[in-house]
T-cell receptor, first 115, second 112 residues
Framework: KAGVTQTPRYLIKTRGQQVTLSCSPI?????VSWYQQTPGQGLQFLFE???????NKGNFPGRFSGRQFSNSRSEMNVSTLELGDSALYLC??????????????FGPGTRLTVL | AQSVTQLGSHVSVSEGALVLLRCNYS??????LFWYVQYPNQGLQLLLK??????LVKGINGFEAEFKKSETSFHLTKPSAHMSDAAEYFC??????????FGAGTRLTVKP
């Protein structure tokens, strides 16, 4: 069974631009979560989508948004990029929603650099 | 809300020595606890998880962790470190209807 895939793997943008990252979960998984990983802040939860609905949201500004499609694929969008948005963005999928003992399977991440 | 604290951002051990990575959690309800490992330029991979039942949990690659409710701890151990164990390790806690919270991570270095 194919794992979680994320595209693109690397991205370079300039301040003020916007970016869209994509995540394809493991087949049959209905929950997709997004995390931002930086050396200073560690792994921070962005949001979770389950059955096309945003189920939980972390403490990030409204510039960060996401959606999930009927095939469970998910995208996240960051508008008006800032230097501090440079990070590794990780996507994780699971059979059921977070908050239970559902194991999350992580993709390799998208490395975003904002210049 | 739940949270985890990982004691020690960096741990260095010699090959063949005991690995001990510390994790303490806070949760107002019975938690689910996880340990993940991240190798360079990769995503996180589940090592083991505690849900209910046996408090000593065995995972992949010879790792195990013990859930101690009285100490609110879930420390990760491995009897004998291998060079391939060098990576970053994350402890995480999850509770009913809440998102998973990760610790800050512990970078493990294994010296030959």
């Amino acid at each position: 069974k194919a794992g979680v895939t994320q595209t693109p793997r690397y991205l370079i943008k300039t301040r003020g631009q916007q970016v869209t990252l994509s995540c394809s979960p493991i087949s049959g998984h209905r929950s997709v979560s997004w995390y931002q990983q930086t050396p200073g802040q560690g792994l921070q939860f962005l949001f979770e989508y389950f059955s096309e609905t945003q189920r939980n949201k972390g403490n990030f500004p409204g510039r960060f948004s996401g959606r999930q499609f009927s095939n469970s694929r998910s995208e996240m969008n960051v508008s008006t990029l800032e230097l501090g948005d440079s990070a590794l963005y990780l996507c994780a999928s699971s059979l059921g929603p977070q908050g239970a003992n559902n194991e999350q399977f992580f993709g390799p991440g998208t490395r975003l650099t904002v210049l | 809300a739940q949270s985890v604290t990982q004691l020690g951002s960096h741990v260095s051990v010699s090959e063949g020595a005991l690995v001990l990575l510390r994790c303490n959690y806070s949760s107002s309800v019975p938690p689910y606890l996880f340990w993940y490992v991240q190798y360079p330029n990769q995503g996180l991979q589940l090592l083991l998880k505690y849900t209910t039942g046996a408090t000593l949990v065995k995972g992949i690659n010879g790792f195990e962790a013990e859930f101690k409710k009285s100490e609110t701890s879930f420390h990760l151990t491995k009897p004998s470190a291998h060079m391939s164990d060098a990576a970053e390790y994350f402890c995480a806690v999850s509770a009913s209807n809440n998102d998973m919270r990760f610790g800050a991570g512990t970078r493990l270095t294994v010296k030959p």
